[in-house]
C-alpha cells in the first residue's frame, strides 16, 4: 500500500514542483523575454519550443500520445509586431505565464505532501525536549495525548494528499495544459500538410537524381557496349562486302565473326533492358521474380512468401531491385552464410525484409566507401522514396544486417 502511495505521489508532486519553478523563472523574466520576443524572431521561437516542451511533458504523465506540438512561430522580420500579434503559436505559449499564478495552491499540496510525514515523525520525535514550542497539524503539542493523536492524524492526512489529492491535481494540471497549449485540429492537419510537402520535395528530388544517375548509367551502358559491338559490326560488314569478290572464305568467317558480334550486342541490349524493367516481372510476378533471385544467389537463402494479390507495377519494380541490390550486397561485402527474406502483404502495404548473418557495418552513403562497398543503399533509398515508401537499415559492427521496406499499394 505505502510503495504504491509513493509510486502514485512521488511523480506528480515532482512534476508539479518542476512545472512551479519553470514558470516562475519565466514569470520572473517577463519583461525581458516578452521584449525579446517582439524584437528577436528567434526569441519568439525559444517560446513556442518551450510550451511545446510542456505540451510534451504534460502527454508523458498523462501517458497520452506524445507527438502533438504546437506549429512552429511565424516567419517575420524582427519588431514585427502585426504578425506576432496574429501568431496563434505564440499567443497560445502566452498561457505560460500564467503557471505560477495559477499553481501556487498546487505547490502548496506538492509540498505539503512531500513533508507531512516526515515532518510528523520528527515533531514526534523532539516534542518532549521542547514541550510547548513544537506544533503537529498547527497545535502545540504540550502532552503525550496530543502526540499520539496528532502524529499519526498528519501522517494519514499526508498519506492522503500524497496518494490521492496531488496526482488529481498533477493530471488536471497537465489536461489544462493540453487544453490551453495544443493547437486545434486543423492547425496540425497545416502542420501535416506543410510536413508532407517538405517531405515529398525531398523525396521527389531524390528520386530525380537517382533518375538521372540511372540514366546516366544506361547511357554509358549503351555507349561503352551496345554500340561499340554495333559499331564494330557494321565495319565488319563492309569489310566482308569489299573482300567477298576476290576471296569469299575470308568474306565469309568475317561474317561469321559479325553474327557473333550480334548476338554478343543483343544479350548486352537485353541486360540494359532488364535492368530498367526485368521482364521476369512481367511473365512471373513478382513472386516468380524474387524467387529466381533467391535461387541464383550463391549464398543459401530461405524464401518466406505471404500472400501478395494485386501488386502495381512500381511497387513490383522497387521490391524486385531492393532484393536485388539487397543480395548483391550480402554476396559482395559481408561475408554471410545464410540469408533470409520475407516478403508479404500487410493490408495496404507491402512488407520486406532481408536479414544475413554476416560482419554488418553496412551504411547509407552516396560515394565508394574505403571497403569499395557502393552507393547501392543509397540508390536503394531513392527508388523506395520516390512511391512514398519508407526503408531502414540495421547493421550494427559484427551483424546481423537487416533491410526492412515497407511499399504502399493502395
Known sequence: ??????????????????????????????????????????????????????????????????????PPAAERAPGD????????????????????????????????SISAV?????????????KGNVTIMGVAVHSWWQ???????????????????????????????????????????????SQRVEELTRTRAGAVDSHGAELRRIERDLHDGTQAQLVSLALRIGVAKQTMAHDPEKAAQILDDARDGAEQAMTELRGVLRNMYPPILADRGLAGAVSALCARCPIPVELR????????????????????????????????GHVDVLLERRGQELYLAITDDGIGGARVTKERDLLGRGSGLHGMVHRVE???????????????????????CG
Open 81 to 112: 509586431l502585426v504578425t506576432l500579434a496574429r501568431d496563434k503559436s505564440f499567443k497560445r505559449s502566452l498561457w505560460l505565464y500564467l503557471g505560477p499564478l495559477v499553481m501556487i495552491p498546487e505547490l502548496f499540496v506538492a509540498v505539503a
Open 386 to 408: 520516390a512511391i512514398d515508401g519508407h526503408m531502414e537499415l540495421q547493421s550494427p559492427i559484427g551483424g546481423p544486417t537487416t533491410v526492412e521496406v515497407i511499399l504502399p
Open 147 to 193: 502526540a499520539l493523536i496528532l502524529v499519526p492524524l498528519q501522517i494519514l492526512i499526508g498519506l492522503g494528499l500524497l496518494g490521492w489529492v496531488a496526482p488529481a491535481l498533477a493530471r488536471g494540471h497537465a489536461r489544462a495544459t493540453r487544453r490551453l497549449l495544443a493547437p486545434s485540429a486543423a492547425e496540425l492537419e497545416t502542420v501535416r500538410l
Open 118 to 130: 516526515p515532518s510528523a515523525v520528527i515533531s514526534g520525535v523532539i516534542w518532549p525536549m521542547d
Open 305 to 336: 512468401l505471404g500472400e501478395l494479390g494485386a501488386v502495381p507495377a512500381p511497387v513490383e519494380a522497387a521490391a524486385y531491385f531492393v532484393v536485388a541490390e539487397s543480395l548483391t550486397n550480402v554476396t559482395k561485402h559481408s561475408a554471410a
Open 1 to 70: 500500500m505505502l510503495s504504491k502511495i509513493l509510486t502514485r505521489g512521488g511523480p506528480a508532486c515532482g512534476y508539479l514542483v518542476i512545472r512551479y519553478l519553470k514558470f516562475l523563472v519565466l514569470l520572473a523574466a517577463t519583461p525581458i523575454s516578452l521584449l525579446l520576443a517582439w524584437m528577436i524572431p528567434g526569441a519568439t521561437a525559444g517560446l513556442v519550443r518551450l510550451a511545446n516542451s510542456e505540451l510534451y511533458r504534460a502527454a508523458r504523465y498523462l501517458g497520452e500520445d506524445e507527438s502533438v506540438q504546437l
